[in-house]
């Protein structure tokens, strides 16, 4: 089980770093486009439309099932105090903390479990998940350049590429986290005490089998961002060449 969760943990931590980047290279490219702050802001949010959409209605959807009320639900991107962005929002009624844990990670549970359908179903998430755990980095170069050749790649690629950098939790999201997150170490805590090795024993496959499938399915997602940021970056020199224009960033 270490192996795979070891796999998982550095799949997630590359595509969490590589968010940023996309993020940045969108709003990059989009005002070069434009040469307007506003419309930059809306041509920025088009190409994550589709993750977007999947974002807010996981949390409104969640919502629903959990029977908290749902005030307000919008697509139309919004800039924020202090420069950031808000690309989709969703307003729902103050609940307890357990039922607002669930509706914030809403978004970051389904999205996963698309990344992982897309992976394993469209790409060889079998073939990678064993590169992984043997640590056979050829291999595992081999399998992800081949994913440039499946059927419908590019398609695949652009969903792939809107979930993944859609389907992170916002500040509000996790707000409620923290006193859940300690109830469920502390239930864990004791379920070890009381269940011990068995217990161990008996969660030790499907945890593994999740963990290896997660970690397959996130490496390809890490692999295209990698290829989706290169071009964007690519195409950000090509338009600053053209329109003679430049984007300074300040610390």
């Known amino acids: 089980m270490l192996p795979s969760l070891l796999a998982f943990l550095a799949a997630f931590g590359a595509l969490l770093a590589l968010e940023r980047y996309a993020h940045r290279m969108l709003q990059e490219v989009a005002l070069l486009v434009t040469g307007h702050t506003e419309s930059a802001i809306f041509l920025y949010s088009i190409p994550l439309l589709p993750g977007v959409a999947l974002h807010e209605l996981s949390h409104a959807v969640m919502a629903r099932l959990l029977r908290v ?20 929002a969703v307003e729902v009624l103050k609940s307890d903390s357990i039922r607002a844990s669930l509706i914030g990670g809403a978004p ?61 939790p916002s500040a509000s999201d996790t707000q409620a986290w923290p006193p859940v997150i300690g109830l469920l170490v502390v239930i864990a805590v004791v379920a070890l005490l009381l269940g011990g090795a068995d217990l161990v024993q008996t ?49």
């Open 108 to 168: 970051l549970l389904v999205g996963l479990i698309v990344l992982g359908l897309i992976g394993w179903q469209t790409f060889n998430g079998a073939g990678v998940t064993g590169a992984l755990e043997r640590g056979d980095i050829a291999a595992l170069a081999s399998l992800l350049l081949a994913t440039t050749r499946a059927t419908d790649a590019l398609l695949w690629f652009y969903i792939i590429f809107a979930v993944a950098n859609s389907m992170m």
């Open 69 to 88: 009320p749902v005030r307000s639900f919008t697509l139309i991107p919004k800039r924020q105090k202090g420069g950031t962005v808000r690309l989709g």
């Open 203 to 251: 969660l030790k496959a499907p945890v593994t089998i999740t963990l290896r499938w997660l970690a397959a399915s996130l490496a390809i997602t890490a692999f295209v961002d990698v290829l989706v940021i290169a071009a964007l970056w690519l195409l950000a020199r090509l338009i600053e060449r053209i329109s003679n224009r430049r984007i300074t960033y300040k610390n």
